[in-house]
């Protein structure tokens, strides 16, 4: 990674995000190496439900490109974007003859980052 891209470039990070992240990973691939624009559009008309805190995230790190970096939306790509796992909660469910099974709620450490750039 060139050093003077590594200055352009922006995140935004969203923790405990309670979706599985197998889920949200299948939502951040869509948007990999998009514009700004696309990737927001994309999200709007995805039919998933992780597509919503995907976006609230990319609408995140370019308000961030923007107010501490001073970048222009316009011309802004998303260059990474990826889901890692949180903790999980272990929660039991009652069965038959007295035994439990284990369910496991599984959270997401959501990641986008920005850069100026064309869209691939």
Avoid: C
């Avoid at 995000?17 to 951040?28: G, Y």
């Avoid at 370019?62 to 970048?71: F, H, I």
């Amino acid at each position: 990674m060139a050093k003077n891209n590594a200055a352009n470039e922006v995140s935004a990070t969203a923790k405990y995000v309670r979706m599985a992240p197998r889920k949200v990973r299948m939502v951040v691939d869509t948007i990999r190496n998009k514009s700004v624009e696309r990737a927001l559009e994309t999200l709007q008309f995805s039919s998933r439900a992780a597509a919503e805190p995907v976006a609230k995230v990319l609408r995140s790190a370019v308000a961030n490109a923007e107010n501490n970096n001073g970048l222009r939306s316009a011309g802004l790509v998303v260059k990474y974007a990826y889901v890692d796992e949180g903790p999980t909660l272990k929660r039991i469910r009652p069965r038959a003859k007295g035994s439990a099974s284990r369910i496991n709620k599984r959270t997401s450490h959501i990641t986008v980052v920005v850069a100026p750039g064309k869209e691939a």
